[in-house]
């Protein structure tokens, strides 16, 4: 049967039509990529039976590689629960965090718990927008060195601690600081603080000054933090996910919740610690050097 060339060309047309039709249609939705993070912040060689768990370097890199490899994912929300912990990690995590959005485009929105505070609100600087509950406890920007001596509790073991050190000062925190010590400390606590003041800065794009002013270390809640200019809005996950939506042009999102990659048995592992170890943060710091940490500061 011979085709006319009306019918060809009108073929064509209909075809050019419902092609641009259904990629519009596809422009207007995607998926938002809700990311837990969830502990206190550590590095890999902070991790060991008292720290499986938490947010690490690896974790967080893990996740948005995930939501930069899938071309459906629009926009990431963090949902950061944290109290803080490692100086390095936090910068690690950070920066991992701003590569993402310069690399992929791809807005990031923080969703504040419980709290997001210290390393949690570092870790938290370089998003979008972050939200938080008119209850979350933030802030606390600052840093914090802690030394814990066991020579008193050897004694009562009957234990000896002998050190065989090459360098002045290798053996510092097992034993009292001298003044010199302590001054070194001094300076390497008071230079974190710095890099502490001028991510916020940057992050938020606040004056090093104003930041500074902020930075005492104390918390504040979710509405005090508006006000402050350390948060955008205030609400829940849902709300994050609104503006994250918004971010990317995306008029009906599709959630997908990542959860936590590895094994089945570092999964129940982790569930597990609990129950056996209702410890404080005080209790764990004592029980984590002896495991092998050093007395670093943390964020």
Known sequence: MKVKRWQ???????????AASFSGCAGMGGKIAVIPLSGAIVGASQQGLLTSGGITPDLVRDYLRKAEDDALVKAVVLRIESPGGSAAASQEIANEI??????????????MGDMAASGGYYISAYADIIVANPATLTGSIGVISQLIYIEGLLEKLGLEIEIIKAGEHKDMGVRPLTDEERQIMQDITDELYEQFVETVADGRNLSPATVRNLATGQLYTGGQA?????????GGLDKAIEVAAELAGV?????EEYGPP????????QQLQLPFLPLGEDELTFLRMLEGWQAVPRY
Do not use: H, N, Q, Y
Not at 8 to 18: E, G, K, Q, T
Not at 251 to 255: E, F, L, R
Not at 262 to 269: K, N, R, T, V, Y
């Open 8 to 18: 060809v060309f009108l073929s064509v047309v209909m075809a050019l039509i419902l």
């Open 98 to 111: 701003l590569r993402f959005k310069e690399e992929t485009g791809k807005p990031v929105v923080v969703s």
């Open 226 to 234: 508006l006000k402050l200019g350390l948060v955008d809005e205030l």
């Open 251 to 255: 008029t009906s999102a599709t959630v």
């Open 262 to 269: 590895g094994s089945w048995w570092g999964a129940m592992l």
